[in-house]
């Protein structure tokens, strides 16, 4: 018989006397001094720890990028804009969040399929890298550019014609409203020549959350050669070629963490073929859940301990409408746990079989499904690991009208 599989063991916040720390402080302080639950708490020290080990693992001239979406709090922005080459942002407010960071405007990229025209104009006037979607913004670029006196500078987001590999969501290949498909992309090359923006490279971004590393680097590989390829038609030399992210954290049971080393090793190949092949290049990779995932929890509290025909339900202050994501109704297929702790008893002398819902009246809002868990009570405090990314911004916080989620950045 072989085991359940169980989840990947969470061991990025110690426990000290039975509860969990972050930043040192023991949660049911943390929780006191906020004053309020459900909050998300993000830990700096872990986020740091997680760039240090990209660091180690990718050869230094691979630009390493934050994709904002994945948490755009303000203060986590700007303490990653100081640690990062870049930020990439996929709408006119995450924009601003990026430009208030401090980062500088030549290493922001702005993707994303339907920019309005207003975005577009801010991103040129503020002289950030548009990821361009479509033969749409390439002629409004064009008369931006004219109206500003100022070349916007593009990039073109390419539409592979292949796709990552064990993905937990494909962004690229087949039939996508991303990116121009690869084989229009020579024809809005000359567009771009003849109408004189600014032409920088590519960006190729195959998919996300993927927990299999050598489906990685062949993604990176394919997207690669294909850049190589489509720099032949290009108006000018390429001097960006965003290789996408999609590196992966474990969320669910059986699920191990990302093995960086083949993929560092293989960047090194790929850097030194640019600089043979595409001399002006820098290679960027740009990530959002595998800098921030791991370093943030979401803390809600138990209001009431039912029983229903035997089985033990934990009904607490947050839910779905924090995390929608927990809940399992942010892109799974079938419903599968968080790691999920009773966080003021996370070393229990005694377990039970529970499942852990908020307060909303419908049955999609469940934060872990008969799990086993320390026997908690009213009062108590449950935390949802692997909480950092797609989840406060991701999740419907005015459905039911209950209080929103706090956050803190320790
Ligand atoms: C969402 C997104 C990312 C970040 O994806 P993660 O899975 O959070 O790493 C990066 N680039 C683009 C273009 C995106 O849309």
Known sequence: MTARPVHAPMTQFPVRDGELMLAGIPLTQLTEQLGQTPFYAYDRGVIDRRVAELR?????????????????????????????????????????????????????????????????????????????????????????????????????????????????????????????????VPRLLRRIGELGLAFEGFHLFAGSQNLRAEAIVEAQQLSFDLALRLAASAPAPVRCLNLGGGFGVPYFPGELPLDLAPIGENLAVLASRAAGELPQASLVIELGRYLVAEAGIYVCRVLDRKISRGQVFLVCDGGLHHHLAASGNFGQLIRKNYPVIIGNKATPAETEIASVVGPLCTPLDILADRMTLAIAEPGDLVVVFQSGAYGRSASPAGFLGHPAAAEILL
């Open 56 to 184: 180690s693992a990718l050869p230094p001239a691979i630009k390493l990028h934050y994709a904002i979406k994945a948490n755009p709090m303000p203060a986590l922005v700007s303490h990653l804009a100081r640690q990062l080459d870049g930020l990439d942002v996929a709408s006119g407010g995450e924009l601003e969040v990026a430009l208030a960071s401090g980062s500088n405007p030549q290493e922001i990229s702005f993707a994303g399929p339907g920019k309005r025209e207003a975005e577009l104009e801010a991103a040129v006037r503020a002289g950030v890298l548009l990821n361009v979607e479509s033969f749409r913004e390439v002629e409004h670029l064009s008369g931006i550019s004219q109206r500003l006196g100022l070349a916007a500078r593009v990039a073109v987001r390419v539409n592979p014609d292949f796709e990552l590999k064990s993905s937990g969501m494909k962004m690229g290949g087949g039939p996508k409203p991303f990116g121009v498909d690869a084989e229009d």
